[in-house]
């Protein structure tokens, strides 16, 4: 057992994450006096992060009063920069998107040219929403590549040429004065977002992002995983092919995004007559029943699976979803097929192996569960309320 909570911060926690819904929860669960926990529900009802409401259920007569966080007390900015193109959203704090806008931008044209856009357009959807800054809590922006979780800029990352170690929140808070702005690999944000909205019982998760290149993100007891620098995860550089000449972005040769990317599909789709160039072409290919590029896509899965049944047998993780722009039914038959050949079964008994339920929207729920987990944390309330 560890310490007993006991700031309105701690109570909040519990409340966040459904371990006390009621009056009575609170009590039971940290054993606090019953003027103390009155004490800690008035600052957090007063400041608005919590919402209290009546329950269906009553008790020696007298209604049971539910307690909820309060998701409307503000707003979370978030944008999930992909390598062509950029999403960027307006959420509430429980992240339902409450407004969106999309600009296609290449990352390849650089960290400067890449923020400004986002930024301009960031600046646009607020004004158009009649949202301020004052209105944000934070912010948050996901990358394709690794984030090193200390400084949170890009760490080397093998398809972001010119992006490593930028400023990216220094360069979006000069728009943003006095929000905060917090970062993140793509595949992780996605993951927590995936967490968030209908896994949030699993003690770990993985989610396989496939789009352009190929990324993995790990929650582990509802946290995100990204390693010593941010590179946890980063299952596109193993390289599977050592004798390939396909050639990575990051300068090696047979790596597994280089051969089963959405980049290496396109490739092939393309000598085929299917002129295309990325992960999301490759999806609206599939989208549209082309049988081509369903079976480059299925065999794309399959070396995938190879590497996951690795990844599984590591981790055992209770949960392993499917996301990205190729996230597809042959995508997931293919990783299937291997991963549950190699593995050992022990490892994959218990396993849940599906498409992920959020699509696009899975970076943006779980920025915003990043940016709610930082600027809700039992810490920051109790400094903020104390």
């Not at 409340?15 to 008035?42: C, F």
């Not at 396989?208 to 299952?235: E, L, N, P």
């Not at 192996?353 to 699509?359: D, R």
Request: proline share 5%; glycine share 12%.
């Amino acid at each position: 057992m560890g310490p007993v909570p006991t700031g309105p911060g701690d109570i909040l926690d519990l409340i966040r994450h459904g371990r006390a819904t009621t009056r009575g929860d609170v009590l039971e669960v940290t054993g606090l006096s019953r003027m103390t926990v009155a004490q800690r529900l008035d600052a957090l009802l007063g400041a608005g992060m919590v919402v209290e409401g009546e329950t269906g259920q009553a008790t020696g007569g007298r209604r049971r009063r539910s307690l909820s966080f309060n998701t409307s007390q503000s707003r979370v900015l978030a944008a999930a920069v992909d390598t062509t193109h950029t999403r960027i959203a307006i959420t509430d704090l429980g992240g339902a998107v409450l407004a969106d806008t999309e600009i296609d931008v290449t990352v390849e044209a650089g960290p400067s040219e890449v923020l400004d856009r986002i930024s301009s357009s960031m600046v646009a959807l607020l004004d158009k929403q009649d949202v301020t800054p004052g209105d944000l809590c934070g912010a948050g922006l996901s990358l394709p590549g690794p984030v090193d979780p200390v400084s949170g800029r890009p760490s080397q990352p093998p398809i972001l040429p010119g992006w490593d170690a930028y400023p990216v929140a220094e360069h979006l808070q000069a728009d943003l004065p006095g929000v905060p702005v917090l970062t993140a690999n793509d595949a992780d944000a996605a993951a927590l977002g995936e967490y968030a909205a209908g896994h949030a019982g699993a003690r770990s998760l993985c989610l396989v992002k496939v789009a352009t290149g190929i990324g993995t993100g790990i929650v582990i007891d509802g946290r995100s995983y990204s390693g010593a620098d941010g590179g946890a995860g980063d299952i596109g550089h193993v390289r599977v092919s050592p004798n390939s000449e396909a050639l990575c972005q990051c300068g090696m040769q047979g790596c597994l995004a280089a051969v089963a990317s959405g980049r290496a599909v396109a490739r092939e789709l393309t000598a085929l007559g299917h002129p295309v160039s990325s992960g999301r072409d490759v999806g609206e290919l599939l989208a549209a029943g082309n049988a081509d590029a369903a079976r480059l896509t299925q065999q794309a899965g399959r070396r995938i699976g190879e590497v996951m049944a690795t990844v599984v047998c590591l981790l055992n993780p209770e949960v392993v979803l499917i996301g990205g722009a190729m996230a597809s039914a042959p995508l997931l038959a293919g990783i299937r097929e291997t991963l549950y050949r190699i593995a050992l079964p022990r490892a994959t008994r218990h396993l849940a192996l599906q498409l992920g339920s959020l699509g696009e929207d899975a970076a943006v729920v779980g920025l915003t569960r990043m940016v709610v987990d930082h600027e809700f944390s039992a810490e920051a309330v109790n400094a903020k309320l104390r």
